[in-house]
């Protein structure tokens, strides 16, 4: 109640009280006091009576503009009534607004709380995916094989190189290298068994000839003895070489060139087996350069495979560490502004308990302004009536006074003309 009485003082006009005459000559008057005539000083005013209709006829004035007040007073809150309205229509669009807002940013938010939980599932992977290379790392360096392969024993090496060669065989241009290298050293050896067999016969022939041609004698001895059958060759080659010695000089002429045409087909078959031995050790040598060549390469591939991957993880994890603060620092950016969005949405809806507020209040005037019958004093109302009538009844007198004198001062006006 106080609060309507504090609203209704704004909107009831106040009336000053009219000053009361105590005097009885006072009360006798019929026209304002100052038109009245003095002795001595020159009449300015007239002294008019003044009729109940006069009386009317200011009150009805004095309601008019009462009513024209209480008009105007009336659009005006309506036009503030229609303003809050508006404000009200403009602050549910704001609020729509900001639901939108918080609604998105809520979306964006789980999403980006999606996006971390998976980014921390595959860091987690990775650091599983890290200790398990570590520990296979750990396991590869304890095994005794693999120390041996870094350390490189003889044996080791030539297991290493024999399945290399076999890959290179394979990959490459020629077929079965395996058997075909077995079959070279099976011949090499042969030929190294063949070369020993010659040198024992070059030795039993030299020598008997030798003494014969120093003492102009024939040695006995049977040379088909010292003879071996090669490998390769048939048990009765020599057999041909087992003959008497020839007693005439014939004889012995074409046994000499009989032995000097074997030692020369010796000789060249000696030549041939060196050169097969020398290609073959520059094959040999070729072969495990190659070898060693791809060996130095697979340690520094390996070497550089491991050294990638150490460096791989080593920049990843503080790129990914990197990453989380910074979507970290964006998390707290956004938190702040939906903080901020909320606490701006509280003041909206304080201002929205205001308007309510208000727009209550607004229909307490108007329905207060509709009947003031009902929240107005009687009593006050009828003191105010009289009074508005006084004033009135006061005014039309002055009204009417000054319109008899304007009627007199233009009948006097012909008159001094004439």
């Known amino acids: 109640m106080k609060m309507t009485q504090g609203l209704l003082d704004g909107t009831v006009p106040h009336y000053t009280q009219l000053q009361q005459h105590s005097t009885e000559e006072e009360n006798t008057l019929t026209v304002p006091r100052h038109m009245l005539v003095r002795p001595g000083e020159p009449q300015h005013g007239i002294n008019i009576a003044v009729t109940p209709e006069d009386h009317k006829e200011k009150k009805r004035k004095i309601d008019a503009k009462y009513r024209l007040g209480c008009k105007t007073r009336k659009e005006e809150l309506r036009i503030r009534l229609q303003n809050l309205r508006q404000e009200k229509e403009q602050l549910k669009r704001e609020k729509e607004s900001c639901s939108k807002e918080d609604n998105s940013m809520a979306q964006k938010l789980q999403s980006t709380e999606l996006e971390i939980g998976h980014l921390k599932r595959e860091i987690g992977d990775s650091k599983k995916v890290i200790s398990r290379q570590t520990h296979m790392l750990e396991t590869l ?11 490189g ?3 080791l090496e030539m297991v290493l190189l024999e399945n290399e060669c076999n890959k290179l065989c ?12 077995v079959e070279l050293l099976n011949e090499i050896e042969q030929l190294r ?14 020598s008997p000839l030798n003494e014969a041609a120093d003492g ?23 057999t041909k070489l087992k ?23 010796c000789k060249e078959e000696k030549m041939k087996t060196e050169q097969n031995l020398s290609v073959l050790t520059e094959e040999n040598k070729r072969l495990k350069r190659e070898n060693d060549y791809f060996k130095r390469e697979l340690e520094v591939k390996q070497q550089k495979m491991v050294q990638s991957r150490k460096d791989e993880m080593i920049t990843l994890l503080p790129n990914e560490l990197d990453q989380l603060k910074a979507q970290r620092q964006s998390q707290n950016l956004v938190v702040e502004v939906l903080l901020q969005q909320v606490a701006s949405i509280e003041n909206i809806k304080d201002l929205q ?12 005037l108007i329905k207060k302004n509709n009947s003031n019958g009902d929240y107005l004093n009687l009593i006050q109302l009828q003191a105010r009536n009289i009074k508005l009538e006084q004033e009135k009844n006061d005014l039309r007198l002055i009204i009417d006074a000054l319109c008899a004198k304007i009627n007199k001062d233009n009948d006097l006006e012909p008159k001094q003309a004439f």
């Open 141 to 151: 360096s304890q095994d005794p094989l693999v120390q041996q392969l870094m350390l």
């Open 153 to 155: 024993p003889n044996r």
């Open 170 to 181: 394979q990959n490459g241009k020629w077929d079965n290298w395996a058997s075909e290298r």
């Open 193 to 206: 068994l063949r070369n020993m067999m010659l040198k024992m016969q070059n030795q039993a022939l030299t």
């Open 216 to 238: 102009n004698g024939i040695n006995s001895f049977p040379i088909g003895q010292c003879l071996s059958p090669l490998p390769g060759e048939s048990p009765t080659a020599h």
């Open 243 to 265: 003959r008497k010695a020839p007693e005439t000089p014939e004889g012995r002429e074409k046994k000499r060139e009989a032995d000097r045409a074997y030692r020369r087909r």
């Open 353 to 364: 308990c205001e308007n309510k507020r208000l727009k209550l209040e607004m229909d307490l």
